[in-house]
């Protein structure tokens, strides 16, 4: 049985190979995309203009808020930027009443998060709020002592760098009246309802602040030019020349600085390629997508991010499970693993990616860590050593597919941008989960960038990868600086 097992193991492995030639050709079908998204609207790579058009250096300064609206959660911060590319941070973090995300107003929702702005400004920053409800007790009722940047993770349709207006509500938001409006302006109305000294600066993406974060706090000169998330989901923002984004020609009122030649453009690259022309496909990412409830759409973040890696993965160890000639993790006179019947193994999405990265980091003899995170994930207990092999090699098989897929879009991006052949260095800003903990995620994506002959191994080199944390704090803060810097 053990040699079935693992043979088998090794073929399905097989179909997760992604080879340089098919990395080559997902490079050039993202130029194409891409080019496509710049010149029009409704196309698979959407390419949103952030009328960001100024990345920072390091040497910004000044006090300025963020909050964060995105999930279970409300996030509110103050971000000192000393100007030498440190910071302090401070910030609460208050969960959203679940009445208010489905069933009241937007202004309920929106005074709401007013209130949460308050009471941050009161706890943590009260010197400067008592003087500023003196001032306006003197008259001065227009000024503000705060600029705020306010990372929003829903569709908008964005017309500003302050001003964005809702597509649809999603995670399990539903109010309606807020469907079609600006969000940056009834942010601004419910804070002038409390007469706070906040001004809504920006509308910020995550991914864009990550881009932004990464540029302060990254030594040298040159600022960051991508910036990449590799998390619950997948998407990347990168500086792109104005004269490129020609869609920009066609929105009427946009109002931006043209003073850079420069605009970050949000390319939302978890949509590449939904039309299937260069991704690769096995069995279980096309059972995964006929069985999500958004079938046919992000079919790149699908195979790419931390929300659909632990389901692959489930599903090809079920597969194995279920054929009785190969009979993974069943019980017989020979083997004693046990399954219990309410493991998450047999649960849509039970699989957290997280165990991907236990398995994959275990390099010991007896596969401890192996047998040790199918016990806490899936109650799987005492499995065989053929077993576990099994498990290592379609997770390595499933992670490595993952990380190759993910130097399409950044060498696709180096490659239109001329970056390759005109600087010596290239930064590049992550986070995420995924890439920073799956062991040698980085290492496998650049094994791919250079078999790509346009960046080849002397390209690769010149791309400098950092971690950066915190896009919706300090990243949000900046473009608020920049935004108000434009005024
Ligand atoms: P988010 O993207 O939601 O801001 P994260 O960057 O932490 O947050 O990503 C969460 C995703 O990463 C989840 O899908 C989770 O399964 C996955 N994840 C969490 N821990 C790890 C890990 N150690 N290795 C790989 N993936 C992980």
């Known amino acids: ?212 974060a990464r540029s302060y706090t990254s030594p040298g000169e040159t600022g960051t030019f991508l910036g990449a998330i590799f998390g619950t989901g997948t998407n990347g923002a990168y500086v792109e020349k104005l004269e490129n984004i020609t869609k920009l020609k066609h929105l009427e009122g946009a109002h931006y600085d043209k003073s850079t030649g420069e605009m970050i453009i949000n390319a939302e690259w978890g949509s590449f390629d ?18 999500s409830n958004n079938p046919g759409v992000q079919m790149f973040e699908k195979r790419v991010s931390g929300m659909f890696l632990g389901e692959i993965l489930r599903r090809a160890l079920l597969a194995m499970h279920n054929d009785s000639k190969l009979g993974l993790f069943k019980t017989s006179q020979t083997s004693k693993v046990s399954i219990p019947s309410d493991s998450l193994f047999y649960r849509q999405w039970g699989l957290d990616t997280s165990l991907l990265s236990q398995v994959e980091a275990d390099s010991t003899k007896q596969m401890s860590d192996v047998k040790a995170a199918l016990k806490d994930h899936l109650k799987i207990e005492h499995p065989s050593d053929e077993e576990c092999k099994a498990v290592k090699i379609l997770v390595h098989a499933i992670g490595k597919r993952a990380a190759r897929l993910s130097a399409v879009p950044i060498a696709a991006i180096l490659i239109h941008s001329r970056k390759i052949e005109t600087c010596d260095m290239i930064d590049v800003g992550v986070d995420g989960s995924l890439v920073e903990f799956y062991p040698n995620f980085e290492g496998y994506m650049r094994d791919a960038l250079r078999e790509v002959p346009e960046v080849g191994p002397a390209g690769e080199k010149k791309v400098r990868i950092g971690i950066s944390k915190d896009g919706s704090g300090v990243g949000a803060a900046l473009i608020a600086l920049v935004a108000s810097k434009d005024k």
């Open 1 to 212: 049985m053990s040699s079935t097992l693992l043979e088998e193991a090794t073929r399905i492995a097989r179909d997760f190979d992604f080879p340089a030639e098919q990395v080559q050709r997902g490079v050039a079908e993202y130029i194409k995309q891409s080019n496509e998204g710049l010149d029009k609207e409704h196309t698979t790579l959407s390419q949103i203009p952030t009328f960001v058009t100024a990345v920072p250096n390091g040497t910004e300064k000044g006090l300025y808020l963020a909050v964060d609206l995105g999930g279970t959660n409300f996030r509110v911060c103050s971000v000192q930027l000393h100007g030498d590319t440190t910071f302090n941070l401070t910030q609460s973090k208050i969960m959203i009443p679940r009445e208010l995300m489905a069933s009241g107003t937007s202004k309920d929702l929106f005074l709401f998060l007013a209130r949460q702005i308050e009471a941050f400004l009161r706890i943590h920053h009260n010197e400067h709020f008592e003087a500023h409800q003196l001032r306006r007790r003197e008259g001065h009722r227009d000024e503000y002592m705060f600029d705020l940047g306010f990372t929003f993770s829903f569709p908008v349709r964005q017309i500003g760098i302050n001003s964005g207006t809702l597509i649809r509500w999603t995670k399990g938001f539903n109010i309606p009246d807020a469907v079609g409006h600006d969000v940056c302006a009834l942010l601004q109305s419910a804070i002038d309802a409390l007469e706070l000294p906040v001004r809504v600066a920006a509308l910020v993406n995550d991914t864009v602040g990550t881009l932004m």
């Open 274 to 291: 939904n039309h299937m022309s260069v991704l690769p496909s096995t069995v279980f990412d096309h059972e995964l997508d006929a069985d």
